[in-house]
């Protein structure tokens, strides 16, 4: 063959793979789209999502669906990756015609993908996982147009202030050190823990960081001690957690360590077992203790299905939440995507697994479902996530609905 | 042992136990304890990095992978002593002849096919067994990482003021045990001498009676038993996680460039040198430049001394 | 191996991507016949470093990302100026800079890593994409760390804002550019010698081309496609971060390179295509998408080694042509190498050993202008020692080279070659399936005057200058009587015929002193008559024959004068005559007679 037959296979190639997909006909059900991280070190957290929101998918379809239509979840793998995420929501949206989103897993990923879903796609997307805040005070929020971002997780400022104001105001803290990761969300988490310590008065004591591959926080554990820090912040995953308080015990170090919702669930304490005994941990919602009757019935659900317990149940709950409310601004407006949005900015209370919003979920200047006053302090105790409350004698946890163990501020061990 | 010998040997014992004792002061400790932390990783990535250098001398070619067979290791080692409570040391001979067989298998379809002079094609097929490991570690065992209890319990031991876990110990006397008998294996044995002779010509020890084809076979394999070994030591330090070898491997290698792939003597030295270098690193100035630090290092020294820094120089035959 | 025909089929292909999308609705198509063309100039690059000059990089993504960066900063530090805002030259000064700053990077790689042999260069690739990766992580201040780099300026052209559907146009139009330019590198000067290096990068040195130098320029060619390819990125995402640039990245440049086919035009954009596809199509098979792309190289490796294109293409086998002139050389053959002023060659006190073994020692050789010396002695003896010191591809550890009178060191082969001295080698040195004609036009590098800019511009002068190159080269061919296999593969010429292409090629450089190393080794008998007459007409018009052989009846026929060596040592030296009936040459070859019991 010559050289023309090099140009006859490519072209060949090249239509083939065009024309092998005719675009897809609009079909019966409402499809709601979800690209995240399904394969991968962040793939649990994709996959929780993915969970929930088919649990609460099938509960609409079994009650009929909406308007008499049912609910379809079309996910995608973005593998963690911007570039991914931003083609599959294109494809979701023009080729799929999905009329909501549910969220990504990467922050990075959200952030690639808001101005697009703002300008271009204009379809509403509510976020149960990432918390970085630009991704919901976008620039479309900021320049008064609509914005289709929502979030019903953790949102980064917010959980922020909740963390340091925790240990300051309620613990009493001056002394604060930061720990974070050099990864995305802990970049980001990093300047607003240290914005928000600017703002108590305060300045972090030591401000260290690690990298995934470190497995052995010595370095930054000791010049925290030495700095004479009360409390250590931190943000950052599973994995890193575990081996810092695996170096925490090994240099018997009981400086009291809060961490942003990264370790909320049990995947951290299977990692870390009792090495994570003390540990506090911010989050929007714990499934441990005492728990109100819908989410012990999701909980059983999920538990039926997939054999196992969750491993981040936040973001399980999330997007279960996430989808109920699409149903409910759906039910308002129909099934327009504009109109999603604009009724999902009209919804005056709603009944979450995350709280029971007795306020409208989301307004046009708010579109943070969880605030700092929702937000909950847990500890990890004895491998359940406790909420720590306060009251005259200071800091507790309730093992359970009638015992209560108050905590040592210095060391946040059981009294 | 003469009697003088022995109380001085004692009293040299006692001079250092006094010496250590004496690190009182923040500063020393703290420089103590970072490095001391670094060289367990250290000997690490040397364990791993000598496994290169055994698969280069014999093939030119590298096992690019060498990182995920440390992680088949190490999840092996998970499910055995986890999941199906072995003991360590029953464990231990199953995953590292596990990994030898596995290694005989691999080498054969994904190495040997591509050793054609001139080629480096080795490199993909080498990473592309990387991948499927990784992906068939996800299937089997999960994303999630998990803990793997230590031989030695997790009571720390104390070198003067610093701690070290009994698993860091563990590590570098493996590493150190491992070196010395690699070291008599290729002086002393026949086979370890059959292997110097292919690595420096494969087709002249063929002349001569050395099965070559089966030397590389072996050497191969006997690399992919060391990363399981690796593997099965590192894993309760670190968590078991099918993305556990990728940066590891990585490390590994960079230090066998340095110490030089065709001395497999300085790499155990290199290693624990940029362990601790790493740690220290982190301890003085900030941990984000370590990598980068590290791996322009290696880029250095592949340019200045491409032998490496324990290598005889390079020549070449027209 | 060069493909010269240019597709009439282009032109319909290419009416095909152009007018297809207007028939598409929404962008996603669009988008995604973005992303193939990026990906494809990427993979352009790296096919002329891995497909054509043989050098795996493993390191092309953090090229890419060096020019993604590049021109995000550069735009959106400039984007709010009036001047740019109205006129959109932010985004090609930012086209030029990351395809630049990419090129630099490249350059400061390879400089480095092209010092050795071997895979050293995928490791430093390797090392230098996870270094590249963790500075965009780590400098948050400049590069955003993990988070990146978005509202990065659309691409623009006065006040005109290009969105995907026309982007997709401007992109198009860069990537058949590319593919433009990669078809004149091939088809160049250029191409010839990067894939001659592919085979053999001695032989290329010996014939005066500065090896590193090309392979650097490669490097830094390619790094130059993957950095443009970046600011394309850049431009159409509006959003850079480390995540799109990871190891994996690299690994499937190198992927789509090989199976699509390394070494051919059309192979890249192949491989591009159908890496970028399936992952689309196999969406539901996420939970393997490890599996599925480690199965794919290692089935690429085994079935399509030369990628789907190379399957494709069988290469034309031209027969050898008709007889052309005389196959056998004479003295009254027009086809004579010009004149030439043969130079003297002079070593003194030469030593030179491998560790513990003394190759060469105190040897002294005195070789006159325009002469044919020969150099015998038994196996082992350092002959072939001896020419490589000569020719600079060994250093020698003391002693001195005199050449024509002045004292020289030589520093690499090519540097030899510079200064007239070319030898053959022992083991045949030659390029695979390139043709006869390719192989001598290889060796007219030595005094081509225009560059490799020039020839790709197609300027008058290179097109001249080619064309005297290719009557310089068919008349070396007629010389050596091997004008009728002018367009044959040179892996399917008889043994005799490949010697005699070797010299060919050799006398392109139009050497002032000829080293011959076994020209003779396994000929038959008139081959060997063939080769002492070609040797004596160089002599004729004045090349000095360096000439190292084991055939005595060749030596003693046609020398002058000539050495022997026996372990390192120069043993005899003088007309052939007297060396054949000296004892010590005699015992050297048969060993002394037993002393009688």
Partial sequence: ?415 | MRPGARSRAAGTLAAARAALAGIRSTRMYFFFQVALSGVATGAIYGLIAVGYSLTFMTTKALNFALGMWVMLGGMLTYSLIVLHAFHPLTALPIVVSALFALGIVAERFSVMPFLRAGSDVWVMSTLAVGFLMIDLAEIVWGRSPTPVPPLLGKNPIYIGPAAVLPQQLLIVGAACVTFIALDLFYRRTLLGKAFRAVAHSGETSGLMGINTRRVQAVSYAAATALAGFAGFLVVPLTLAEPQLGTVLGLKAFAIAIIAGLAAPRGILVCGLAYGALEALISGYFYTGIRDILGFSLMIAALFLKPEGLFGKPLEERA | MTERSVPWLVGPTLAALIILPIFVQGTYYRFLGIVIFIYGIVAVGLNILAGYAGQFSLGHAALMAVGAYTTALLTKALAPLPFFAATGLHIWFGLVAGTLVAAAFGALLAVPALRVRGPYLAMVTIAFGWVIFKVLQEWVSVTGGDLGLSSIPKAQLGRYLFDTGSFYYVVLGFFVATLMLQHRLVNSDFGLRIIAIKHSEIAVSAVGINVYRLKVLVFVISAAFAGFGGTLFAHQQNYVSPDNFQFFSSVFFLLAVLFGGAGTLMGPVVGAAVLTILPEILQEFDKFRLIIYGCFILLTLYFLPNGVMGLLAVRSIRAPGPEKGPTLVDATSPNKPAKIVGVGLQLNNIFKSFGGLQALRDVNLRVEPSTIHALIGPNGAGKTTLINVATGFYPLDSGEMVINGHTTTLRSMHDAARQGIVRTFQTIKLFGNMTVLEHVLVGCARHSRSGYFDAIMGRKSARDEAARNLANARELISFVGLARYENVPANSLAYGHRRLLEIARALAVRPQLLLLDEPAAGLVAEEIHTLGRIIRQLKASGITVVLVEHHMELVISISDRVTVLDYGVVIADGPPAAIQRDERVIAAYLGTPHAAA
Avoid at chain 1, 117 to 133: G, Q, S
Avoid at chain 1, 155 to 184: E, I, P, R, S
């Fill in chain 1, 1 to 415: 063959m010559t050289g023309n037959g090099h140009m006859r296979v490519a072209a060949a190639v090249m239509a083939a793979s065009f024309w092998t997909w005719a675009p897809a006909q609009a079909q019966e059900p409402i499809k709601l789209g979800f690209a995240g991280a399904l394969s991968g070190p962040a793939s649990f957290v994709g996959v929780e999502i993915k969970r929930g929101a088919e649990i609460a998918i099938d509960e609409i379809n079994a009650k009929g669906g909406i308007g008499g239509r049912k609910l379809v979840l079309v996910s995608r793998d973005d593998e963690h990756n911007p570039v991914k995420t931003v083609a599959q929501y294109r494809e979701l949206v023009e080729r799929e015609k999905a009329v909501a989103i549910v969220g990504a897993t990467n922050s990075a990923s959200m952030l690639a993908v808001a101005p697009i879903v703002n300008d271009t796609l204009n379809v509403p997307v509510i976020c149960p996982a990432t918390d970085a805040t630009a991704i919901t005070e976008n620039d479309a929020q900021k320049q008064g147009r609509d914005n289709y971002l929502f979030r019903v997780g953790m949102y980064g400022t917010g959980q922020a202030n909740f963390m340091v104001d925790t240990m300051v105001k309620k613990f009493g803290h001056t002394k604060v050190g930061l720990l974070t990761w050099t990864g995305g969300w802990g970049v980001t988490g990093r300047g607003e823990l240290q914005r928000r310590l600017r703002e108590n008065g305060l300045a972090p004591v030591a401000d260290e960081t690690f990298d995934n591959n470190d497995t052995d926080m010595t370095p930054q554990i000791i010049k925290l001690k030495n700095a004479g820090a009360q409390s250590i912040l931190n943000y950052a995953l599973v994995r890193e957690n575990t081996f810092v308080v695996q170096t925490k015990e090994k240099l018997r170090d009981n400086t009291p360590y809060v961490s942003a919702w990264g370790i909320a669930g049990p995947a951290f304490w299977k990692a870390a077992g009792a090495a994570g005994e003390g540990v506090l941990t911010s989050t929007t919602v714990t499934i441990d203790g005492p728990q109100p009757p819908e989410r012990m019935t999701f909980v059983n659900e999920y538990r039926r299905r997939h054999n196992q317990d969750m491993d981040a149940a936040v973001f399980a709950i999330g997007a279960y939440d996430a989808v109920y409310l699409f149903k409910a601004a759906i039910e308002r407006d129909g099934v327009e995507p504009q109109k999603i949005r604009a009724a999902l900015e009209n919804i005056p209370e709603f009944k979450g697994l995350v709280k029971h919003f007795t306020r409208p979920v989301f307004t046009r200047d708010r579109h943070n479902a969880v605030t700092e006053e929702d937000m909950v302090m847990t500890r990890w105790t004895n491998g359940k996530m406790l909420e720590v409350k306060f009251d005259a004698k200071g800091p507790h946890v309730e093992i359970d609905a009638q015992t209560k163990k108050y905590l040592d501020r210095s060391n946040m061990t059981l009294l």
